[in-house]
């Protein structure tokens, strides 16, 4: 049986965890495939300056970096700051799937032109950078922000009543006054609003982390891989000093 490992990019305990689990539900996924969530030990509070884009980095690089040798068949990472990719990409041979990029190509499948609506305006670096990565400035109607502090432990939960009409109200902006024709959600994290903003939308609204999953079970199966020509293998590799890392945050 195929297995998937999902990073999740911060450290928690088991109840917050499975609410990174449940988004599981939100996809259509065989009974022929497994996916284990496996957190960082090395983190950022939050994604907000340069510094904690490097730390993420680090953190996620450290916690893929035996995926292939534990046996697992493809790598999702469970932040659509797509943080550690490129790094995973360039020491593993397996699939690895980044939400944030992948989200974006597959809005372009449905639309001309796609939207970012976030929780905080202060993750809008991370979504100018995949999008200067792509060459999809001119794709993006916009990126706008609900303007309320996410948790990146809890997520949504018990917040539903303050958090899901703001959410929509900012969508239904970027559709009648940007006109995006999809709506991107723009962080893993808000996962738990997906179902109520669909119901409520005239657009396809992207699920970024359950899209992950969906597309590592379509690379497995069609045994298709980054190129190494774009992620080349390290001359001289480091796992010892990536795994160092690791260690030494876990004693802290």
């Known amino acids: 049986m195929p297995k998937v490992l999902v990073i999740v990019p911060f450290p928690m305990d088991a109840d917050n965890l499975e609410k990174r689990r449940a988004q599981l539900k939100s996809v259509r996924l065989g009974p022929d495939i497994a996916f284990d969530f496996r957190t960082v030990s090395i983190a950022p509070a939050n994604y907000v300056s340069q510094q904690d884009a490097l730390l993420a980095d680090i953190g996620i690089l450290e916690a893929g970096l035996t995926a292939q040798a534990d046996g697992y068949d493809a790598v999702c990472i469970d932040t659509v700051s797509d943080s550690g990719m490129a790094a995973l990409r360039s020491v593993l041979d397996i699939p690895v799937i980044g ?40 794709k993006c109607a916009s990126i706008r922000s609900a303007d309320l502090q996410p948790n990146n432990q809890e997520l949504l939960g018990g917040r539903e009543e303050e958090v ?26 808000m996962h738990e609003a997906h179902a109520y903003l669909v119901e409520r939308l005239a657009v396809p609204v992207i699920n970024p982390g359950p899209l992950s999953y969906r597309l590592a079970d379509a690379a497995i199966r069609l045994r298709l891989s980054h190129s190494k020509s774009t992620y080349p293998t390290p001359l001289t590799p480091r796992p010892a000093a990536i795994t160092a890392m690791g260690a030494a945050a876990r004693a802290l």
């Open 99 to 138: 939400p944030g990029r992948h989200a974006m190509l597959t809005a372009l499948m449905l639309g001309d032109r796609f939207s970012i609506v976030c929780m905080w305006d202060r993750w809008r670096p991370l979504y100018a950078k995949t999008l200067a990565e792509l060459g999809f400035e001119g």
């Open 164 to 189: 899901f009409p703001v959410l929509l109200e900012v969508a239904t902006r970027c559709v009648e006054e940007d006109r995006a024709d999809v709506i991107v959600l723009g962080s893993t994290t």
